[in-house]
């Protein structure tokens, strides 16, 4: 047995026979072409059969998500990996470490996976989710899974089933529900087909800690070709209805010119917000920071003003997402 087997083993040994009766029911579903929203340690997901093209199509309507847009396959176990993109050593070195978990790794697509699924791409996306109702879902289905956040395109992404149920209500077909997510961002995107992985999305994994992994440095994307690799950092996302900006706590007052604020941060801002948000760290920030915008966009602010994060570890993540919240 390998170690991630281990992992999986410890995980499936806490569902009860009334979860499996509704994951049999939920993988059904998938199986049949139909769209099913699940948690998964990140945010939720909006998962289709990653292998029907015309199951994923349904996502794409579903969402309003551009189809050049490819989508992540969520696999359950390394051979089902093996099935859809060819893994190299660096892969290996690092699934072994970090899977299940909240790595996504672009590597070249087989045949297998429709153009569809991957955006017209040569290459695909892949990673085994570390929540237990996913991966029951895509062992029992077996089948991988694409599913991008389970919101409307543009929208913040959704950590909680409630919030899954209000932006998409009829065009799924059952909400699993497990919680609150664990980390509240979604997963960290690196392609592996280049010398040096490069990072394509900052997300739940910090690069430091791939860094530390692969004894290599993860490259940040500087050039144009970027946007080409990773369509989706093009696109305007996890927006609120009124405007955000990002600043440090000492300068919100300034920032709001008068206009009546909400703050959202580690520490307290100066002026008076008609409403405030504080975390403890920067991990309850990123747990917290999509159903913040979701909040406070209901305040009777004006505007939100969001705490500047460090640029390292999972503050990297979050103020990527913040600043596309942002529309910069
Ligand atoms: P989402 O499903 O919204 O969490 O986004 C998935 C992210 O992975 C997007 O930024 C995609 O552009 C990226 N992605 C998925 N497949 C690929 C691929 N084959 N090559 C590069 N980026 C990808
Ligand atoms: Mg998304």
């Known amino acids: 047995m390998t170690e991630i087997e281990r992992r999986l083993e410890k995980i499936y040994s806490q569902t009860t026979k ?8 939920a993988a059904k579903l ?14 939720y997901g909006l998962g289709a059969n990653a292998l029907d093209a015309d199951a994923v199509r349904k996502i794409y309507e579903a969402k309003g998500r551009p189809s050049d847009n490819p989508l992540i396959l969520h696999v359950a176990s390394v051979e089902m990996a093996e099935k859809i993109v060819e893994l190299n050593g660096a892969a290996r070195a690092l699934i072994e470490k970090v899977w299940p978990g909240p790595l996504t790794l672009v590597l070249p697509a087989k045949e297998i996976v429709p153009l569809t699924t991957r955006g017209g791409l040569e290459t695909a996306a892949v990673r085994m989710p570390d929540n237990r109702t996913a991966l029951e879902l895509i062992r029992a289905a077996n089948l991988p899974i694409s599913a991008p956040s389970a919101n409307k395109s543009g929208r913040p992404s959704p950590t909680d089933a409630q919030t899954v149920r209000e932006d998409l209500g009829d065009a799924v077909a059952q909400v699993l ?28 994994l910090p690069k430091e800690e791939i860094e530390e992994i692969l004894g290599t440095e993860v490259l940040l994307p500087q050039d144009k070709n ?21 600043a440090k706590a000492k300068d919100a007052e300034k920032l709001a010119e008068g206009k009546k604020f909400a703050w959202m941060g580690t520490s307290k801002s100066s002026g008076k917000p008609i409403e405030t948000l504080v975390f403890e760290n920067e991990t309850e920030y990123a747990h917290e920071v999509f ?18 994060p460090p640029e390292k570890g999972i503050g990297l993540a979050i103020k990527d997402r913040l600043n596309r919240a942002s529309g910069d």
């Open 18 to 25: 009334t979860e499996r009766a509704e994951i049999d029911r």
């Open 30 to 43: 998938i199986k049949e072409g139909k769209l099913v929203a699940f948690p998964t340690e990140t945010v």
């Open 177 to 204: 529900d497990g919680g609150a997510t664990k980390i509240g961002v979604e997963s960290t995107v690196i392609d592996m087909t280049q010398g040096n992985p490069i990072l394509l999305r900052a997300g739940g």
């Open 226 to 246: 970027t946007a080409k690799r990773s369509p989706g950092t093009r696109y305007r996302h996890y927006a609120p209805k009124i405007p955000l900006l990002l």
């Open 291 to 308: 159903r913040a915008l979701r909040r406070l966009e209901n305040s009777g602010a004006e505007i939100i003003i969001a705490e500047t």
